[in-house]
Structure formats: structure tokens, C-alpha cells
């Protein structure tokens, strides 16, 4: 079946890069996403990036992804506290459905 | 981007009642989906609320227990039958055009 997985707890410095790391299993995903959910809050759409494509930057944001491995990875450049946050991975499946992962718990140290 | 508006935000019902939550979006979407994310877990795929026919559910739920309706391209309902403490959860819902979400349902049975 499908499945997405991902570590469940990540700490950074401030000021460090954060790389949230992130495998999937399904071979026909089209689209791959990163969400931000801050404490109490609705789930945020950071960034995706479409199965053709390998890489894509937006600001701190770099999104890799490793189609042969079924890895993608979301780095936080120059990461701050207001990146605290559960980040969760997702794809589409093909009938169009988002899967997402447990979430990773990013915590800043100071 | 479509803006996609969830209400109520939060609400606080008894045991064996029932809450009908709401989502209104800005643009008219094909395929419209619903969420439960139940405490520090992942989200997890109710159905899909599909125009002018029967919602499509996913296996572990029921439409007698999570009736819905889509009477239009931009609007759909979820309804929370008979309600337990274990149905406890945020439910969001979704379009798959961007993958946005509403900010979410907060749901406490008590």
C-alpha cells in the first residue's frame, strides 16, 4: 500500500540549516508536498514539487527529490523560531488523494 | 489560490449527538476532500465528496457515520453522526486542485 515516512522529532539551532527528510512508496506520485502546522493551527502548504522535477527553491526553502530513491527532503535555511512547527509530508496518489506522514516536530534551540 | 472557509472552527458537543461542519470555497473545484487528524497524529483520507453523486469513502469509515453532502462546485458538508469521545479530532477539508486546506474543525465530544 501506499505509505509515507518521515523521523517524528528534529532539533536545530537557530541560525542552522533544518533538513527534514522524508520516503515515500509510490511509484506514481505526481505531486510531493511539505505542510507547516503550527501549534493549534490549520495545516499550512509550504512548497510542492512535481514529479519531473529534482529540485525547487523558494526563499529558505530548497525542496530535493530523489525520484529513484523515493526520497524528498525540505531544508529551512538559516532557521528561526517562528520555523517550530510539525512539518508533514505528502503525496498524491493516483487516483489524486494526499498521503501524508506522521509529521516531523521541528524544534529550535536557541 | 482558492480560500477555503471551514466553519465552525471549534465546537464542544455531548456524546450520541451530531455536528455537521461546512466548507465553503471561493472557486468552483471538481473533487473536494475530507480530513481527521485525531490528537498528535497524522491526517487521515475520510472521503471524497464528489458533485452531484454519493461521496466515496475510505476503508475504516462510513457514510452512516460520516454523511455527506456536495450540492454545488464550491460547498460541501461533513456530518459527525452519534458522536463518541474517540471522534475527538480537527477535521479539515480540502481541494485537490492546489491541495489547500481550511483551517480546520476542532472537535471535543465530551
Known amino acids: 500500500g501506499e505509505d509515507v515516512e518521515q523521523s517524528l522529532f528534529l532539533s536545530v539551532r537557530e541560525g542552522d540549516s533544518s533538513v527534514i527528510n522524508c520516503t515515500y512508496t509510490d511509484s506514481s506520485s505526481t505531486y510531493l508536498y511539505w505542510y507547516k502546522q503550527e501549534p493549534g493551527a490549520g495545516l499550512q502548504l509550504l512548497t510542492y514539487?512535481?514529479?519531473?522535477?529534482d529540485m525547487k527553491q523558494d526563499q529558505r526553502l530548497t525542496v530535493l527529490l530523489n525520484k529513484k530513491d523515493k526520497h524528498l527532503s525540505l531544508r529551512i535555511a538559516d532557521t528561526q523560531t517562528g520555523d517550530s512547527a510539525i512539518y508533514f509530508c505528502?503525496?498524491?496518489?493516483?487516483?489524486?488523494?494526499?498521503?501524508f506522514g506522521k509529521g516531523t516536530r521541528l524544534h529550535i534551540l536557541p | 489560490s482558492a480560500v477555503i472557509s471551514q466553519k465552525p472552527s471549534r465546537d464542544i458537543c455531548q456524546r450520541g449527538t451530531s455536528l455537521t461542519i461546512q466548507c465553503q470555497v471561493d472557486?468552483?473545484?471538481?473533487?473536494m476532500f475530507w480530513y481527521r487528524q485525531q490528537p498528535g497524529q497524522s491526517l487521515t483520507l475520510i472521503a471524497t465528496?464528489?458533485?452531484?453523486?454519493?461521496?466515496?469513502?475510505e476503508s475504516g469509515f462510513v457514510i452512516d457515520k460520516f454523511p455527506i453532502s456536495r450540492p454545488n462546485l464550491t460547498f460541501s458538508t461533513l456530518t459527525v453522526s452519534n458522536m463518541s469521545p474517540e471522534d475527538s479530532s480537527i477535521y479539515l477539508c480540502?481541494?485537490?486542485?492546489?491541495?489547500?486546506f481550511g483551517q480546520g474543525t476542532r472537535l471535543t465530544v465530551v
Open positions: 505528502a503525496e498524491t496518489n493516483r487516483d489524486d488523494k494526499i498521503i
Open positions: 472557486s468552483q473545484v471538481t473533487m
Open positions: 480540502s481541494v485537490n486542485t492546489e491541495a489547500f
Open positions: 514539487i512535481f514529479s519531473n522535477m
Open positions: 465528496a464528489n458533485q452531484g453523486s454519493e461521496a466515496t469513502y
